[in-house]
């Protein structure tokens, strides 16, 4: 028996390739009764039938099967009953979201080794942006790149990630970044650009991390960013 569910979409990586399905997408977000989900298969075929899927919208859907993936919060879901509905949630109520669930990356580790946590939210101390040639272009891939029906979107071939700090204590963390929207941005513009954007510009907002665990590795990396303007440019909004 299917279980109907609905979630607030507060990420969207960029495609990967799965030898079932094809080009398929991550997304993750929470529930009304504020669970973390992340929900899975998300095909090609399905997102050109529905059309785009925003970050900050409301998704439903059927489970098919809870933790059918091994993490936490995963559902494996009936792609064709995703709806996306009309409403769009607003910027305040995810900030009032986010705040709550806000941590560290050092307390994600704690709890992805006590219960299989696999999502979460962390406010980094950015200290750098890179764009590296993707060796993480694993095997695997390669071969399902031959093995699967045709891929619609270029897949990222770089790695995106951040340099930070997440608490006064910490030593620093490296982590890959597989936000659509970063994916997006690295196909369109140098990568110059790229970094003015992503880590000068960011520096200037009030930038949270929503991060996840791989499927096959158990690492951490930054599934989206959310970035609303800080309280200081809300201010000088206010005065001007």
């Known amino acids: 028996m299917s279980l109907e569910e609905q979630i607030i979409v507060l990420a969207k990586t960029y495609p990967t390739i799965s030898k079932k399905y094809g080009q398929v997408w991550c997304l993750a977000g929470v529930t009304e009764e504020g669970n973390w989900r992340r929900i899975y298969p998300v095909p090609m075929d399905i997102y050109l039938k529905i059309g785009k899927i925003p970050k900050w919208s409301l998704l439903e859907y059927d489970v098919k099967d809870e933790g059918g993936d091994g993490r936490k919060e995963s559902r494996k879901i009936d792609p064709a009953s995703l709806v996306v509905t009309k409403r769009k949630i607003d910027t305040e109520i ?30 980094p101390v950015l200290q750098d942006f890179k764009i590296d040639d993707r060796n993480s272009m694993e095997k695997w891939e390669k071969r399902l790149l031959s093995m699967s029906k045709p891929v619609w979107i270029e897949l990222i071939d770089k790695w995106l990630g951040y340099y930070f700090k ?25 990568d110059k650009k790229l970094k ?15 991060m996840g665990t791989e499927r096959f590795y158990n690492k951490w990396i930054i599934l989206s960013l959310f970035y609303p303007p800080s309280k200081k440019q809300e201010t000088l909004k206010g005065v001007l």
């Open 166 to 190: 997440c608490s006064s204590n910490c030593h620093g963390h490296k982590c890959m970044c597989v936000d659509s929207e970063v994916g997006n941005l690295h196909r369109k513009v140098s």
């Open 94 to 123: 995810i900030k009032d979201i986010l705040a709550a669930e806000t941590t560290t990356l050092e307390e994600l580790y704690a709890k992805n080794k006590e219960d299989r946590t696999s999502l979460g939210v962390i406010k």
């Open 196 to 210: 003015d954007k992503l880590f000068y510009w960011m520096k200037s907002r009030d930038l949270l991390f929503i």
